[in-house]
Every structure is written in C-alpha cells, then in structure tokens.
C-alpha cells in the first residue's frame, strides 16, 4: 500500500479559509480580515498566509484587492471553473472545445426560449444593441459583448451548472476566442446570426432557437477549422 499524502500547512490553511467563510456566512463581495488578522487567528507567518490566499485567488474563491483588503470572490459558491493555470490551447483542444459549444449550448437556447423572463430577454437585447454600436470599433468591445450574449444565453436556461460550463469554456479559450472573431472577418454576420437567436427565444420558439444557436457555432467552427488548415 502507498503512503498517504500528508496535507501541506498551505493545504490546511486553504481548508481553514474556505471553513471561515463558510461558516461566518460571508457571501460574494464580503470583506475578510486583514492579512494580518488572519495570520494570528491560524497562527502562522504571512507568507505562509499568504501562499494559501493565491491559491484561493487563483479559483476566484476569494479577491485580493490591492490596498483595500481581502473580499469573498464570486465564484466562491460555483462548482465547475475554468483551468487557471491553463496558458495556451492548441489547434485540436480549440476544436474540442468548439464541438463541446456545439454540443452544448443550442440546448440551452431552446431551454431560454421555454423559461426566460421578459426582462432577461430586455437584457439580451441591450447587450447585442451593444454589439452592434461596436461593429466598426475595436475587436476587445466586440468580443466583449459577444462573450456575454453567449453567456447570458446560457445563464437564461436555468440551469445553473450548465451556465457554469458554458462561461468555463468561453472562459478558457478567451484569447483564442478574440482570434476567431479576427479570423471571421464578418461582424455583420456573425452578428446577424446573434439577432436570429435572439429573434427566435423572443418568440418562445425552442427549436428555431436551438437549431440558429448550432447553426451559428457550426459556422463558426467551420471557418476555424479552415483557418487552421490553411498555410501561415
């Protein structure tokens, strides 16, 4: 039988971070105690501390904010993240995860058609409205409001693992996504793809909504997919 593993102080202290703020009912945007506090209530030296805070920051369990303090992150209550130490997707894992969209968003797409609320769908309005004031502006803005149509799509089904996975995945290839938006070369379609989305969950039309969401990404993977096997 192998050894066991014994935990690192850094280990318990993780531990020990995410039981204080479990059990102090911080919630996301709380401010925790000074790095100094936290270092005499578990009784160890700050760099000690504060190896543990970077592991918790680097999940987004906690934010450490630079001459403000420490805050309970966001993503504190969520169950699926992205890698963060993940640095450089290559061709076949960019491809991979585009099947993984394919396979999973147009679902969720009918899923909004069927459950989002009127003033869900006013939002994924304004945010395309927002899009399309950036048509002839920078990539960043564009891509921006392209990331979050898809994710509000995604959050709009209702399932909250689901939108999870889906910004985990937009989250990852986030560089390489604003490659594709280059690479596409067509705002105005890609953008009129976005309105026939939206057209269709205005509707309350599920399959329409599910079948322009695939049509879209198909698209898109499909130039990708050209993109890479043309010559640099």
């Known amino acids: 039988m192998s050894e ?7 280990d318990a202290l993780t531990e020990r971070m995410l039981e204080l703020i479990r059990t102090g009912g911080h919630r996301p945007g709380d401010r925790l105690p000074s790095t100094r506090e936290l270092s005499q209530r ?40 992205p890698n963060p130490n993940m640095r450089e997707i290559h061709a076949p894992q960019l491809l991979d995860l ?9 679902p969720l797409a009918a899923m909004a058609a069927e459950q989002a609320g009127e003033e869900e769908i006013a939002a994924l309005r304004q945010v395309l409205d927002e899009a399309g004031r950036h048509l002839r502006g920078e990539d960043a803005e564009l891509h921006e409001a392209n990331m979050t149509f898809h994710r509000a799509t995604a959050r709009m089904a209702g399932n909250s693992v689901l939108h999870e996975v ?20 067509d705002r105005r379609r890609d953008y009129e793809e976005h309105l026939a989305i939206l057209g269709a969950i205005e509707a ?5 909504a599910e079948e322009r969401m695939r049509a879209h990404l198909v698209d898109v993977k499909t130039v990708i997919e050209h993109r890479l096997q043309s010559p640099r």
Do not use: N
């Not at 066991?4 to 850094?10: A, D």
């Not at 501390?49 to 969520?78: D, K, N, P, Q």
């Open 204 to 208: 309350r039309d599920a399959a329409q």
């Open 4 to 10: 066991v593993t014994r935990p690192s102080l850094s």
């Open 166 to 185: 889906v910004d985990s995945l937009l989250t990852v290839h986030g560089p390489e996504q604003r490659e594709i938006l280059h690479l596409f070369d």
């Open 98 to 106: 585009l099947g993984a969209r394919i396979v999973i968003e147009p």
């Open 42 to 81: 578990f009784a160890v030296t700050t760099p000690t501390l504060r190896e543990a805070l970077r592991r918790l920051e680097a999940t987004g369990a906690i934010e450490m904010r630079h001459g403000s303090g420490i805050y309970v992150g966001a993503a504190i209550e969520r169950l699926v993240l």
